[in-house]
Nanobody, 126 residues
Framework: QLQLVESGGGLVQPGGSLTLSCAAAGFTSDYHAIGWFRQAPGKEREGVSCIGSAGGSTKYADSVKGRFTISRDNAKNTVYLVMKNLKPEDTAVYSC???????????????????WGKGTLVTVSS
């Protein structure tokens, strides 16, 4: 059964860092594009970052470029989002998602994702 489980959220001060994890089960994540999304209260879901299958290219939203880094650990079947220099406007529920097609890339609406995890809350506040 396909599963995506996010972890690593929490409360952090402005300027701080967090690393989010997206653990995949029921499939080999390296064969698929994986994306990170966020949704703040009262706002629409926003694509934050995406990594293509088999070490493919990465994409970032303009609002996080230079601060967030997406990566894979294939041995752990996990995708990470390292977030640095966090700002209050980064506060949101962060979810990871997968494009269930093998050899997929980060293209199209929502980077082509069609299955989401439940998310983890990130709060940036002093």
């Amino acid at each position: 059964q396909l599963q995506l489980v996010e972890s690593g959220g929490g409360l952090v001060q402005p300027g701080g860092s967090l690393t989010l994890s997206c653990a995949a089960a029921g499939f080999t994540s390296d064969y698929h594009a994986i994306g990170w999304f966020r949704q703040a209260p009262g706002k629409e879901r926003e694509g934050v970052s995406c990594i293509g299958s088999a070490g493919g290219s990465t994409k970032y939203a303009d609002s996080v470029k230079g601060r967030f880094t997406i990566s894979r650990d294939n041995a752990k079947n996990t995708v990470y989002l390292v977030m640095k220099n966090l700002k209050p406007e980064d506060t949101a529920v962060y979810s990871c998602a997968v494009n269930r097609l093998r050899n997929s890339w980060c293209v199209g609406p929502n980077y082509g994702m069609d299955f989401w995890g439940k998310g983890t809350l990130v709060t940036v506040s002093s």
